[in-house]
């Protein structure tokens, strides 16, 4: 058992608070982690022996980010398509074909060697826990391939074989496919199931299809989760809580209706919000403020894929959290935190706490509040140096 002391912390940020202080902030504080898990939080000044120490020097100390929307496994790009749309093409799903091409082209290796690269980058600049969706390969082989290589490098896996009916398919025969061989084939290798539940997209599903999909997973021994209400109103938002659903993504178009019944599902399903998309197809942002007055639990997430958000930084997405969807910088921190391990359903990540994973980051500045205050500044970095710590 190796055990790790962290000191020189100015503001610790536990974002295990109480309702007046959801930030549960410690002024002065150190950090305890053994075998990876964190065993005492207190101050500095009578902070016990350890075998090895961190002297952060007067910066702050955040949980990891928890990214529980990505879609990080494929190959190709689709920068025409983005170039487009900045000059008045709108989003409808349709590129994905792009990349499903790209993707059952590629090698194992070829397809591990690009999860690399963009984990590489995602942990860099904080995201200690990061779900991966399949569903650029819409077949029974290359989506289980998909799945296989993500579960190499984390648990959060999720099998998005109906991301879109593939072009060429009979929509009743590949619902067939989704709900049978390809989903005994990839359940193995999955811990969640999603459906791209979008009426305004002629390649997605609509309400009654995602419902069989989804429950096809459960009954599979998955856990539910869905894409929803991304291009305009529909019906993913009820869905997905009638389901409990472990989260609802997207969220941008929200009609009162699905607003009360995420209020009345905030014990079990997420709204998780996505504004590197938003930002990226030129849409609406959600409001998240509305969201957040009617006691729904949010999350943020990147939802980085190459067709509506080519980033896996969760600094921008706070950033662009506070700046246009209504969120205070605290709301935005604990979203891409607590909000995205609840997401996940998962306990022990995205506070510090005692029992959670030592999932820390250190912020180069004195105070949380710069984190969205000093825009596209790379102040967030993982501390790595801590023994025992996994995904
Ligand atoms: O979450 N909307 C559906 N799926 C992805 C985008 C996939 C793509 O365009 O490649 C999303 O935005
Ligand atoms: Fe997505």
Redo the contacts with the bound molecule.
């Keep these: 058992m190796a055990s790790t002391l962290v000191t020189g912390i100015s503001q610790l940020v536990t974002c295990d608070g109480e309702p007046d202080d959801p930030l549960g902030l410690l002024r002065d504080a150190a950090v305890i982690a053994e075998d990876g898990v964190i065993t005492w939080i207190g101050p500095a000044a009578r902070a016990p022996e350890a075998d090895g120490a961190i002297d952060v020097e007067g910066r702050c100390v955040l949980p990891g980010f928890v990214d529980s929307h990505s ?1 990080l496994i494929f190959a190709g790009d ?1 920068a025409s398509e983005f170039a487009a749309r900045m000059t008045g093409t709108p ?1 409808d ?1 349709g ?2 074909a792009t ?1 499903v091409a790209a993707t059952r082209a590629a090698s194992d290796d070829e397809l591990r060697a690009l999860l690399h690269q963009r984990l590489t980058a995602a942990r860099a600049l904080g995201s200690h826990t990061i779900e991966i969706k399949s ?1 650029y390969g819409l077949e029974t082989e290359t989506e289980a391939r998909l799945l296989r290589l993500a579960r190499e490098v984390t648990e959060e896996t999720t099998y998005l074989g109906a ?1 879109v009916v593939p072009s060429g398919s009979d929509r009743r025969d590949y619902l067939d496919l989704v709900t049978g061989e390809m989903l005994a084939a990839c359940a193995p290798h999955a811990r969640f199931v999603d459906v ?1 539940c ?1 009426p305004h997209s002629p390649h997605a599903f609509t309400g009654e299809e995602s419902e069989e999909v989804l429950r096809a997973g459960i009954g599979a021994g998955l856990t539910p989760r869905l ?1 929803g209400n ?1 291009l305009g109103y529909g019906p993913g938002i009820q869905l997905a809580c009638e389901m409990q659903a472990a989260s609802v ?2 969220c941008t178009f929200i009609s009162d209706a699905d607003l009360s019944a995420l209020a009345d599902s905030r014990d079990t399903t997420v709204a998780t919000l ?1 504004p590197g ?1 938003e930002f990226s197809t030129r849409q609406p942002y959600p409001d998240a403020r509305r969201l957040l007055d009617a006691g729904v639990s949010v999350a943020l997430a990147s ?1 980085c ?5 080519y980033s896996s930084s969760m600094p921008l997405m706070i950033q662009l959290a506070v700046r246009e969807m209504g969120m205070t910088v605290a709301e935005a921190l604990l979203a891409a935190t607590r909000g995205g391990a609840a997401a996940l359903r998962r306990g022990n990540i995205g506070s510090i706490t005692l029992g959670a994973k030592a999932h820390l980051n250190v912020l180069d500045a004195p105070h949380y509040e710069h984190l969205a205050y000093q825009i596209g500044v790379p102040l967030v970095s993982p501390i790595t140096t801590i023994e025992g710590v996994n995904a």
């Design positions: 879609h689709r989003y799903g590129g994905i990349t569903g991301h791209f979008e894409h991304q993504d997207h996505l998309v939802d894929n190459p067709g509506t958000c």
